[in-house]
């Protein structure tokens, strides 16, 4: 039976190579919107406040706390219990509980089986603490002790109110002290750093200035300690869900919130707030708590300082292979190690970094300029500047690339008009030809930030670390700290997922961060790529 003429010609045209195509096309697209939404709706109900909810459970669940039969703590997820079920039987509904209070259970989660749970109640007075230390407490509030030694009970209607002016109290005490001890103290130090460099300086001289110094840091360091005990006077009272009455010093207050007596519109503000302190506050807590300023800024920095240095190395390395060197045998094989050089695992990079940037040239610098430092490294160890180079030299690639075939892009007539009216052969290259080019040089840039931003293997071996005290750029004069170690994004998402002692506490961290990574790289190329768009306006009578 021969098939119908319009199914032969249905086939003859390709359209089954083109519905195929589509189809791929669509799902991809699926499956990257489907992992953008789980991670943008993981990431932000982490910072949304939940309820609190008071539980009695069955004296003979495994949930119980020391015995105690109530339960108190925040609803994370509900989920079907990992222990399968014997003779068959359904598997068994349980809840993810935060419990809190870490320093008085051993642990601040729990998972509680939804059939032990005999009675619940959200009561309004349940108050949730964040802290400098050991995570959230989760209770109901007795009284508050003010540094004189008043005390004022939670049925006081002065209560709230003074609870907000004690937390603005902690809070400027804290801001005062890390700047005495982050910004004065770190710039005495760095000054006893440089004055050990200088040799230009006279004995007696640098026992002068060393001793000023000195005696500078000894009275900041009387004030550190005066304000560490003025955030130790008062204390916050309060009774767990377990019935234990315990305190805690206001020095350790971040924030206080009662989620089960907030508005829709208080709720929203308290997002607000809680998204404003992740995005510009230092992490805490082995990284499980607080906020992820240095390692966006530290990505950022990174980035840019890659940028930089892969834009001229492949746009120089594209224009000699694409405009001058004579296609010869050897010119083939550049190109063909070029392309395969966009293939090697980044590991590789990493390890080569470490070995010439690091130990070749940071080990060179330091013998030639900073001898007096040695054996303390100088650059001869991992720093921001290293890790940017071998990051520039895994996207090198990708920069010539893109870029030669921009150049192979323009017209021949355009160079050959150039010519004809007496301009160089340079002079055709830098005023026309690179002009006309450079959406498409643009488009090499943008691929490689894209893959650089998001790298960390490389980074591992020369520079990121989990925890940075100092930023890369501060207000401390060079201002611009190549040597630096830092911290990125990348390296902090492996971290809390499979280095952190709390893997419970660092969930939200983890969607959290992962979302922030996703969009600083969505900011970095939406930056490139409208650069790359006013160039093609601009330049449309050209190769686009």
Known sequence: MKPHPANRQFRVAGETGVWLTSMGLALGLMMVLGLLLLISYNGIRSFWPKPVVEIEISPSSPAAVRGQTQLGGIVVRTRDRMIPQPDGREAEREWHLQIGNKDVYGMGFRYVPIRDILAKRFPLEAMVIERMEYGNAIGIPLAIVRPGGQRIGAEDPAFDDTLSLELERVKALRKTLRTVEKIQIGRINHELKRL???????????????????????????????????????????????????????????????????SFAQKTWLFAQNLFDFLTDEPREANTEGGIFPAIFGTFVMTVLMSIAVMPFGVLAAIYLREYARQTLLTRAVRISVNNLAGVPSIVFGVFGLGFFVYLAGGTIDRLFYSSALPTPTFGTGGILWASLTLALMTVPVVIVATEEALAAVPRGTREGSLALGASKWQTIYRVVLPAAAPGIMTGLVLAMARGAGEVAPLMLVGVVKLAPTLPIDGIFPFIHLDRKFMHLGFHIYDLGFQSPDSDAARPMVFGTTLFLIALVIILNLGAIIIRERLRRKYATGAF
């Open 196 to 262: 050990a460099r200088d040799s230009d300086l006279s004995d007696e001289e640098l026992r002068r200035r060393e001793a000023d110094l000195r005696e500078r840091h000894r009275e900041l360091a009387a004030r550190a300690l005066e304000l560490r005990a003025q955030l130790d006077r008062g204390e916050l009272v309060y009774r767990l869900f377990t019935g234990e009455e315990r305190s805690i010093s206001l020095g350790q207050l971040v924030k206080v919130h009662f989620p089960n007596r907030m």
